[in-house]
């Protein structure tokens, strides 16, 4: 029998052999108490009756002083002592944990590497899936609002009116530009300035962003009887020097007007023979294609038509 001395060394001497299994060997042994332990029976060896004898379950010398020898008799068989640097010949039971660990930790590391491996083409497979689905979402849903622009009655007609310069102008000139439209007449006394300012700020903020197409500012009266040619050319100046004026003849203002439902009409002459016009105030968008996208009233400020200019220009689609 054990004393329980004997038995309390043992129980540490196997804590530290299990240690030893996950974890480093010198280490491990290091950490394990320096404590004898006696055997309870005679060991029989080739004949020989080996008498019990101490057995130091360290790498280091015994804190007695006495000289560890370097075959000793174990719990589970017999060990050697190797270096001074600690190494040694485990017993048969710890060999054989130990031997069979190896392979079995090199297995699962590679089944985790395999598993990692497939988590991820898995999850790229699904990411990319999605990216493919919302994008052919979000080209379908441009594909439907282009063709619902398309029936929209408005801006679908063309324009035959003479510029500032006395060129004259249509439509299918603008075609390929994207267009700042705006309908209004030079003796404006402040409506017209105020919403022509907001425009040459917006055209002005989208041409600091290089990655960005230009945006061609037009404005078209709406009192052809007094902005003739010269007119326009005297007010244009006080703008953005992109801005492009326009008018012509009675009829052909009306209907360029009538093309995007603009209501005009004029009001009762003064004693100076001046008159207000009473009109739409807006401010229309006008795709490369000609096809006209959105609108903007007078509550909205030039930032807020700016970003979203920028944002029909990043969503659209060449027809």
């Given amino acids: 029998m054990f004393s329980v001395g004997s038995m309390l060394c043992l129980e540490r001497r196997m804590l530290g052999l299990v240690g ?19 055997s309870s029976a005679v060991q029989k ?4 009756t080996h008498h019990p004898q101490r057995v130091w379950l360290s790498s280091q010398v015994p804190l007695c002083g006495h000289h560890t020898p370097k075959h000793r008799t174990g719990l589970y ?7 001074s640097r600690g190494l040694l010949s485990l017993p048969l039971f710890t060999q054989r944990v130990t031997l069979s660990q190896g392979p079995n930790t090199s297995t699962a590391k590679i089944r985790l590497r395999t598993r ?12 990319g899936t999605w990216w493919y689905v919302r994008n052919e979402k979000r080209q379908n849903h441009r594909m439907q609002r282009i063709e619902q622009l398309k029936k929209v009655a408005l801006g679908q007609g063309d324009f035959s009116l003479l510029d500032h310069r006395g060129h004259r ?15 209004g007449f030079t003796h404006c006394p402040d409506i017209c300035p105020e919403e022509l300012d907001k425009v040459s700020a917006v055209v002005s903020s989208l041409d600091k962003d ?20 010269a007119a326009l050319e005297r007010y244009v100046k006080d703008f953005h020097p992109r801005l492009i004026g326009l008018t012509g003849t009675p009829e052909e203002v009306k209907v360029a007007g009538k093309d995007y439902r603009v209501y005009a009409s004029p009001g009762p002459k003064d004693e100076d023979g001046d008159y207000i016009v009473d009109h ?12 006209f996208l959105d609108y903007y009233n007078r509550m909205k400020d030039d930032v807020q038509i700016a970003e979203s200019v920028r944002n029909h ?7």
Avoid at 45 to 48: E, K, N
Wanted: charged share 15%; proline share 6%; hydrophobic share 45%.
């Fill in 280 to 291: 739409t105030i807006l401010i229309y968008l006008v795709n490369p294609d000609g096809l």
């Fill in 169 to 183: 102008r249509t439509k299918r000139d603008f075609l390929g530009s994207w267009v700042l439209l705006y309908f």
């Fill in 313 to 319: 220009m990043k969503s659209y689609v060449k027809l």
């Fill in 116 to 127: 990692l491996v497939v988590t991820l083409l898995f999850g790229g497979g699904l990411l």
């Fill in 210 to 229: 290089r990655s960005l197409p230009a945006v061609q500012p037009l404005f078209v009266t709406v009192d052809p009887e007094r902005d003739n040619v």
């Fill in 45 to 48: 060896t080739s004949g020989s």
């Fill in 20 to 38: 030893f299994i996950g974890g480093d060997l010198h280490a491990t042994f290091g950490r394990l108490l320096r404590c004898p332990v006696r």
């Fill in 77 to 83: 068989g017999p060990f050697t002592l190797g270096s």
